[in-house]
């Protein structure tokens, strides 16, 4: 990722430099939407492997396979890293366990599309916080409203344990998008991905190997496992991480409010799971809200810059 360049507007270099500023402006946004699909889809994929494993047998080798994986792409240096740097690495990865087990908790005893409605709380709120804008806080209200909807206006017939874990797994979501950027900024492309799935898998081996045991060895669930991992872990944390260097966490909060409509695509087209009319609507809404957050920090970036490549 490079930083925006430094030259007068008249020479070559500027003008090269505003194309891709221009071509990129929506480029965060397509890297979001990407992860959030491919997030949605494996977590329909592991709500199936769940009965082979359960729930922290799952989350235990989705992180496994994941750190894995990015380890062996990224290969990250170990040296040259401030204190700094390895204390946030290190609570990014804590939060990647925590945000993983206990959405994994929620879905194991709560539909997944009401576990993801209910955990995108954590992101809306924390896109009103951190945002600056008024208008943000109209959009997220907007998004929010969409979400009680889609859960059908409460969730009352829910278990509660599930509600508590999918609402802790929305605070954890919320830590998770400002250490992404934290980490993002500190370490060279994924290396600081790679640090914290390490971090998180560690934190979650023991929990899942008391959970599950020889389970885990299962040459089938190991597979379903990895394929969990690529699609939950792998893609959508590393796509969401390069985003969110050029993406502010406000806006990026308010687009996780499109994950409970790919939750329910991919309930719909994996698991066997329909929408009402009531559902569809709330999808809509929560659709328009993400736009307009995204439009709106799109036309902030083209006011404050100015005759860019001019």
């Known amino acids: 990722m490079t930083t925006p360049s430094t030259t007068t507007p008249t020479s070559p270099t500027a003008v090269q430099a505003a194309a891709p500023h221009r071509r990129g402006s929506l480029g965060p946004v397509g890297l979001v939407l990407s992860g959030g699909i491919s997030v949605q889809f494996g977590a329909a994929l592991a709500v199936n492997l769940m009965p082979r494993a359960g729930a922290l047998g799952v989350v235990t080798l989705r992180l ?8 062996l792409i990224c290969r990250p240096r170990l040296r040259g890293h401030s204190r700094t740097d390895w204390g946030t690495v290190i609570v990014f990865g804590i939060t990647l366990g925590a945000m993983n087990g206990l959405f994994y908790q929620a879905v194991a005893r709560i539909p997944l599309g009401a576990a993801v409605t209910l955990e995108v709380l954590g992101p809306l709120a924390l896109s009103v916080l951190a945002s600056r804008r008024a208008v943000n806080a109209v959009w997220a209200g907007l998004a929010l409203a969409g979400v009680f909807l889609l859960g059908g206006g409460g ?11 999918a609402l802790g ?7 998770y998008i400002v250490f992404s950027a934290r980490t993002g900024r500190r370490f060279p492309q994924a290396d600081g991905l790679a640090l914290a799935m390490a971090v998180g898998a560690l934190l979650m081996l023991p929990l899942g190997i008391a959970e599950s ?27 969401e991480l390069l985003a969110l260097r050029r993406l502010p966490a406000s806006t990026f909060a308010i687009m996780m409010s499109l994950e409970p409509a790919m939750a ?19 999808i809509a809404l929560v659709i328009g809200a993400s736009m307009g957050a995204v439009r709106t920090q799109v036309g902030r970036g083209k006011a404050e810059a100015p005759g860019v490549g001019s």
């Open 64 to 71: 496994l396979a994941a750190a894995v994986v990015l380890l």
């Open 155 to 165: 969730f009352g017939d829910l278990d509660l344990v599930g509600v508590a874990f």
């Open 169 to 175: 797994a929305g605070g954890m979501w919320a830590a």
């Open 213 to 239: 045991g020889a389970k885990l060895m299962d040459p089938v669930t190991i597979a379903l496992g990895s394929a969990v991992a690529i699609m939950s872990s792998v893609l959508p944390y590393t796509l």
């Open 264 to 282: 329910a695509t991919a309930g719909f087209l994996i698991l066997g799971q329909s929408l009402s009319l009531i559902q569809a609507a709330a």
